[in-house]
């Protein structure tokens, strides 16, 4: 079993940056690969940003290439995403996730679990 809780959401303006960090429970981190979905008010969720179990490849939703980044600590059991030049259509909720198997990164049904979530709000 993986816990995990997503922090660093908050009420920003456009262009102004964000760090989200998600915090998982246990000694088996390292095994999984983790991913960052998100989800608007009336939408589905949908595929931010994935990194491998290692940290050593990085998977980006196109609208965010180049603004936001994906990274992760094993030593501290943490993912971060560090997200710059916000816009207003980044206004969701923000759930981190973690993958034991070997799916797709870009589908939630790859994730074996997932925190609560974590409010971004970008405001115009």
């Known amino acids: 079993q993986v816990q995990l809780v997503e922090s660093g959401g908050g009420l920003v303006q456009d262009g102004d940056s964000l760090r989200l960090s998600c915090a998982a429970s246990?000694?088996?981190?390292?095994?999984?690969?983790m991913g960052w979905f998100r989800q608007a008010p009336g939408k589905e969720r949908e595929f931010v940003a994935a990194?491998?179990?290692?940290?050593?490849?990085?998977y980006y939703k196109d609208s965010v290439k180049g603004r936001f980044t994906i990274s992760r600590d094993n030593a501290k059991n943490t993912v971060y995403l560090q997200m710059n030049s916000l816009q207003p259509e980044d206004t969701a909720v923000y759930y981190c996730?973690?993958?034991?198997?070997?799916?797709?990164?870009?589908?939630?049904?790859?994730?074996?679990?997932w925190g609560q979530g974590t409010q971004v709000t970008v405001s115009s």
């Open positions: 996730a973690a993958a034991r198997g070997g799916g797709s990164y870009y589908y939630t049904v790859s994730y074996d679990y």
């Open positions: 990194i491998s179990r290692l940290g050593g490849s990085t």
């Open positions: 246990g000694r088996t981190f390292s095994l999984y690969a």
